[in-house]
C-alpha cells in the first residue's frame, strides 16, 4: 500500500467513525448530528451505485454527440429520470437536445447542471496512452463532458431517496449543459425563465483535482458572431471585373483584426475560423462567411470588444464592395462568479470526501500520457486537494469561458471540479478523452457525487445557508454589477450548427455504441487493455 493510500484509508475511517462519535457528542455550534449521519448515508448510497455511475459515462462516451446534437444522450438521460421519477420537460428554449427534469417540491429549489456535448475531431481510444482515434476525424469526448450527468444524477438519486423517507421539502432539478463547447444554451434557458425560481444552482464540471471556488474566476466571457458577406459570381480568369468577391471580405477582415490585434487588452482572446470561404477558385465567391469568438473580461469589454468586430465587418465589406448580411450571434457567455456560502459548503464538504484512491494502473496511464505529450514533469494524477478553498483570481489574465456565467449572475453558483481527467493536458484535444471511459473518471465521478449528495443534504436542511447564500448574491456580487444579456432580442439558438458533421460520423459511430447488457464496462467491448501504455514507459 503507497502512503497515499494509507492516508485515504485513514482518512475515509474517520469518515465512518465521525457520525458516530458525534452521537452521544453534545450539538457544537454549527454541528448536526443527524445531518451528518444522513451524510453519511448518501455517501454509502453514491458508493452503491458505482456500476449505475460507470456505465452512464460510458455511455455518453460512446454516443460522442457534438453541440446540438446530442440527440442519443438526451433520451437516454431522459428515460434515466424518467424511470427515477423525475417529470421532464423537452425541448426546453426551442432546442430540442436540452431538458429541465424536476422531482420534489417546495422550497428550496436546487438545480443541479452538467455539459453533455463533445469536441470535434477528439475521437480517441480510451485508455491508449497515445493518438489513436476510434474512428478518423469523427468528434469525440475531448473534454469529459461525459461525466457531469453521472455526477448529478447518482447524487440526487441517493438524496432523493434520503428526502422521501424524512419528508423534507425541497424541489430537485436536473438540466442539460447543451452546446456548451458553443456557448449555446445557458443564456436562453435564463432568457426563458428556466432559472427565475431556482434558489441555489449546483454546476459540475471535469477537472484534475475535486475543488470548488467563489468569487471572480479566471477566464473570460464571450460573444460568439458570425459575419456573411454577399458578392456577386463571374468567371475568375474571363471577367474577374464582373465579379465581386465576398471572400475578399472575410479575409480583409480577418487582416484587419490582426493588425488591431496589437492594440487590445491583454486578457482579450479572439479567434476565428471561416465556415464558407467560396466553392472553386474559378467562380469568384458570392458567399462567404467567418465565425469569431471575442472574449474579455467583463460585460462592457466584451461589447467593445464585438463592436469593433462589427467595424471591421462594415470596412471589409465596403474595401470588397460586397454587401455585409445582419450578423448572427451563435452563442454568448457571462464571465464566471461563484458563490461563497455555497463554496464553503461545498469545500467542507470537499475535505470530508476526499480524493479517490488511485491504483498503480490508474497512474501509470497518467504518467505514460504525460510523458507522450511531452510533459516536463509526469507526476501522475493529483493525491493531495488544494491547500484551501480558492477565492476570487487576483489578476485575471483572460482565458477560457463557460455560459454557466450566465445563470451564476441570476442564481448564486458554484461549480463543483471532480478529478475525471489527467492533469497538464491541452484541452479541447484526443488526450483529454483518453481518462474518460477508464477506471480514473469513474472514480472521480463517485467523488464528485458524493460531495454534491453532501451538498445538497445541507441545502435542503439548512435553510439559513440559502439565505446566506442570496445574501452575498445580492449585497456583494450583483451591487454593481447587473446582468445584461449579451443575447439580442432577435437572436435564437443556433440548432443547425453540427448536424452536417454528426450525419457524417453517426452511421459509423453507432457501430461503437456502449452496450451494457453485454460487456461490464466499455473497455472490455472494445477489448482494450487497461491501461494500453509504450513498453518503454512501463520501465
Ligand atoms: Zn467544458
Redesign the pocket.
Known sequence: MTRHALVALIISALVVAAPLAQKNAPAKPGGNAKLDALKQEAVADVESRTQFAQQMVDQIFSYGELGFQEFETNRYLIDILKKNGFAVQEGIAGIPTAFMATWGSGKPVIALGS?IDCIPQASQKPAVAWHEPMIEGAPGHG?G?NSGQAVNITAALAVKKIMEREKLPGTLRIWTGTA??LVGTKAYFVRAGFFKDVDIALFT?VGENLDVSWGERAGNGLVSVQYSFVGETAHAAANPWRGRSALDAVELMDIGWNFRREHLRLSQRSHNVITDGGDQPNVVPRTASVWYYFRETDYPHIKELWETGDTMAKAAAMMAGVDLLPTKVLGSAWPQHFNKAVAETTWANIQKVGLPQWSDEDQQLAKALQKELKNPRAEGLRTKLSDGLQGPVRENTGGGS?DIGDISWNVPTVTLRYPSNIPGLPGHNWANAISMATPIAHKGVIAGAKVQAMTLLDLVSRPELVEQAWKYFKDVQTKETKYEALIRPEDTPAIWLNKATMDKYRPEMKKYYYDPSRFKNYLEQLNIKYPTVRSTTTQ
Open positions: 455539459d473534454e463532458h456548451e463547447e464540471h463557460d
